[in-house]
Nanobody
Framework: QEQVVESGGGLVQSGGSLKLTCAGS????????MTWHRQTPGKAREWVAT???????FYTDSVKGRFTASRDDDKNTLYLEMSSLKPEDTAVYYC???????WGQGTQVTVSS
């Protein structure tokens, strides 16, 4: 059964960094297009980043140059390294296999000003 578990969120000051982790099971992460999304209360979930099987990455404009998606194939794990964090990055972050309907519980990122 497919499952993703996000972790690594926390409280950080503006300008700080965090590295999120998404542990996958029930599928081979490196064979899949993997995506990161985020959501704040009252707003729709927003796409943040995509990591393709070949390693290509794509980012929403607001995080370009600050966020980096990567993966560890041996650990079947996806990462999102976030730097120069801003208060507007505050959200619950989720990962998802492209085309799947499965979501994890998310991990809360809070950036204080």
């Amino acid at each position: 059964q497919e499952q993703v578990v996000e972790s690594g969120g926390g409280l950080v000051q503006s300008g700080g960094s965090l590295k999120l982790t998404c542990a996958g099971s029930g599928f081979v992460l490196s064979d899949e297009i993997m995506t990161w999304h985020r959501q704040t209360p009252g707003k729709a979930r927003e796409w943040v980043a995509t990591l393709a099987p070949g390693g290509a990455t794509f980012y929403t404009d607001s995080v370009k140059g600050r966020f980096t998606a990567s993966r560890d194939d041996d650990k079947n794990t996806l990462y999102l390294e976030m730097s120069s964090l801003k208060p507007e990055d505050t959200a619950v972050y989720y990962c998802q296999r492209f085309g799947s309907t499965t979501w994890g519980q998310g991990t809360q990122v809070t950036v204080s000003s």
